[in-house]
T-cell receptor
Framework: DVKVTQSSRYLVKRTGEKVFLECVQDMDHENMFWYRQDPGLGLRLIYFSYDVKMKEKGDIPEGYSVSREKKERFSLILESASTNQTSMYLC????????FGQGTRLTVV | GENVEQHPSTLSVQEGDSAVIKCTYSDSASNYFPWYKQELGKRPQLIIDIRSNVGEKKDQRIAVTLNKTAKHFSLHITETQPEDSAVYFCAASRGNTGFQKLVFGTGTRLLVSP
């Protein structure tokens, strides 16, 4: 079974904190993605990566950055968390079919 | 960039009826169109996909059709059952395995009543 694992299921952070969301996949996939899921807005692409150290902005990259130092790991960074970044964050990896992690529900207070 | 629109946002049907969800995409270079099902509290999972060289694909009670000229594709579920209740997402991407930007629609909440 393909596994995409996100480091935390639930996180509560304070405004202004630097937040790291980690994602690891075990299938040697080249493509990895970070989405945020909000009611009525679907899955919006934040960043994606098609190779180690390669990254591309998605549709809503503002306030986020990413890191992919190793093929299996893709990290999402909130440089200075704000309340409007409270959301469900989903990581995915793909060869053709995309496999999702279990999600991280982040609350910024 | 790619933009995917999905309709309707909610769909209520009686058990045994058919359900149809429609998506349109903007990038004519998109060539891969998957559909995902997300049950409450769970991660999205692929249920069916179609590539641009095919017009229709079926898998038991679900089917997907693609109209490249009109740039739209649809999910059809026949003989719906209560366990089909979930949020369904369409998506579109261009490129093959080495570079794949997967863009999703806003989702359709399907409710199947017994």
């Amino acid at each position: 079974d393909v596994k995409v694992t996100q480091s935390s299921r639930y996180l509560v952070k304070r405004t202004g904190e630097k937040v790291f969301l980690e994602c690891v996949q075990d299938m040697d996939h080249e493509n990895m993605f970070w989405y945020r899921q909000d009611p009525g807005l679907g899955l919006r692409l934040i960043y994606f990566s098609y190779d180690v150290k390669m990254k591309e902005k998605g549709d809503i990259p503002e306030g986020y950055s990413v890191s992919r130092e190793k093929k299996e790991r893709f990290s999402l960074i909130l440089e200075s968390a704000s309340t409007n970044q409270t959301s469900m964050y989903l990581c995915a990896s793909s060869f053709q079919e995309a496999f999702f992690g279990q999600g991280t529900r982040l609350t910024v207070v | 960039g790619e933009n995917v629109e999905q309709h309707p946002s909610t769909l209520s049907v009686q058990e045994g009826d058919s359900a149809v969800i429609k998506c349109t995409y903007s990038d004519s270079a998109s060539n891969y169109f998957p559909w995902y099902k997300q049950e409450l509290g769970k991660r999205p999972q692929l249920i069916i996909d179609i590539r641009s060289n095919v017009g229709e694909k079926k898998d038991q009670r679900i089917a997907v059709t693609l109209n490249k000229t009109a740039k739209h594709f649809s999910l059809h579920i026949t003989e719906t059952q209560p366990e089909d209740s979930a949020v369904y997402f369409c998506a579109a991407s261009r490129g093959n395995t080495g570079f794949q930007k997967l863009v999703f629609g806003t989702g359709t909440r399907l409710l199947v009543s017994p």
